[in-house]
């Protein structure tokens, strides 16, 4: 599911950033929020050890709190993030669940935690990317995409390893 969407947002991104309408921003942003929640869910779900239905409500909430969040804000901050604060409460998430991780020595630990770093310079690029144009015409918004990329490619690995350990823990039963 994951991969799936995955596709969908770079689809999404190369639709938005080539037409630049409304529909188009909705197939940039769906996909991402749709990501965020499905990795958020599965990350309670396969790493931390939450039932299958307190993981879907967790990542319901998620969602609740982080539109909630990014309302204010916005209020509160304007345009000085450039629109990044909708990604805040997601980086704060993935960055709190490998905190967890690494206390619990758990083997996604550093994989989750190398994906929040990834994702803080991510956002920091996108957030000055409007600020440093006039200085660097090119901007910064392509290292967002890049880095947003290598967050997506980190993520996944993660889910990959930890199938491929379940699977060698069934073989070994």
Same mark, same amino acid.
């Given at each position: ?55 879907? =409500? #967790? @990542?319901? *909430?998620?969602? /609740? $709190? %982080?539109?909630? &969040? ?42 989750? =935690? #190398? @994906?929040? *770093?990834?994702? /803080? $310079? %991510?956002?920091? &690029? ?46 070994? *039963?």
């Amino acid at each position: 599911m994951l991969a799936a969407v995955t596709v969908a947002i770079g689809i999404g991104s190369f639709l938005f950033h080539t037409f630049a309408t409304g529909w188009a921003l909705l197939a940039d942003v769906l996909p991402i929020r749709v990501f965020m929640l499905v990795c958020i869910g599965a990350a309670l779900h396969r790493f931390v050890g939450v039932g299958r239905w307190w993981s879907v =409500l #967790a @990542a319901v *909430a998620f969602l /609740v $709190a %982080s539109i909630l &969040f990014t309302a204010v804000s916005s209020r509160l901050l304007g345009d000085a993030l450039n629109r990044s604060e909708m990604y805040l409460p997601a980086l704060l998430t993935l960055a709190g669940v490998g905190g967890w991780l690494m206390q619990r020595r758990h083997p996604a630990r550093r994989v989750l =935690l #190398a @994906a929040a *770093a990834l994702f /803080v $310079a %991510s956002v920091f &690029f996108r957030s000055i990317d409007i600020a440093v144009c006039p200085a660097l015409p090119l901007g910064t918004h392509f290292l967002w995409h890049l880095l947003n990329a290598a967050v997506l490619g980190v993520l996944l690995a993660a889910f990959i390893r930890d199938c491929a350990r379940g699977r060698q823990r069934e073989r070994a *039963a």
